[in-house]
């Protein structure tokens, strides 16, 4: 499984539904005519099978515009003609809307917000986009809470290819986050991404601590962070909202988040 790139994996992990889907196709067919009450049926079945509505729809569009002619096999045809719908949609997507180059090097990071909210995971996502999109991405694990999110965190770095800044578990988070920005710094680092622990906005020795990791940020480079991404479920969202209001009420200086 080490060894197995992300296409394989989700190859994989698609194998159950791209099996059931073309079973379905067979047997829709098999003593069924091409009418209105076969492609409904076929409707639910590409849903069922997690195609998407809006795709699904496209792919009905198509299998309704011209009937068979009779002469070959009927799922064959409605097979044939779903791929070559699905190649035309893969074709006919809009090209990726270029990318406003980074106005500062390293271009600095920081992701905010309380337990369990994805805040790793969107980092480890963010840092595969910049990389392919031809970015030098470091990645600071300044949650020193945790021991496990330092290894979430080091397994992201390791499945995109990108180098991350760690220390052991309980150190100051801002040390951590001095050494990224050296880092970053020597190396000609283009994204610095920053992981932080979970907390409350009710836990002033945390607000605090969030303070000092902004100053160092703040002192190695004026101006960074350049983004700082809050992160929070919608069931937590008036939490979230007076958290972010404490934080903004409690820090008085110029360095506040």
Known sequence: MAGESFFQRLKQGLSKSRENL???????????RWDEDTLDTMEESLIAADVGVKATARMM???RRQSPDGSGDVAEEMSSRLQTTMI???????????RTPLSSQP???IFLGVNGVGKTTTIGKLAAQYRSAGKKVLLV???TFRAAAIEQLDIWGQRVGVDIIKHRAGADPSAVVFDG???AKSRGIDVLLIDTAGRLHTKLHLIEELKKIRRVITR???GAPMKRCWYW?????????????????????????
Not at 22 to 32: C, K, M
Not at 234 to 251: I, T, V, W
């Open 22 to 32: 073309l079973q379905n196709i067979g047997s829709i067919f098999q003593n069924r």
């Open 61 to 63: 569009e198509a299998l």
């Open 88 to 98: 035309q949609m893969f074709q006919g997507s809009a090209p990726p809307a270029a």
């Open 107 to 109: 271009w600095v990071i």
């Open 141 to 143: 694990a300044a949650d």
């Open 181 to 183: 920005m050296q880092a």
């Open 220 to 222: 190695e480079q004026p």
């Open 233 to 257: 479920t919608r069931r937590r969202g008036k939490m979230a909202y007076n958290k972010r209001g404490s934080l903004r009420r409690r820090q008085k200086s110029p360095v506040s988040f």
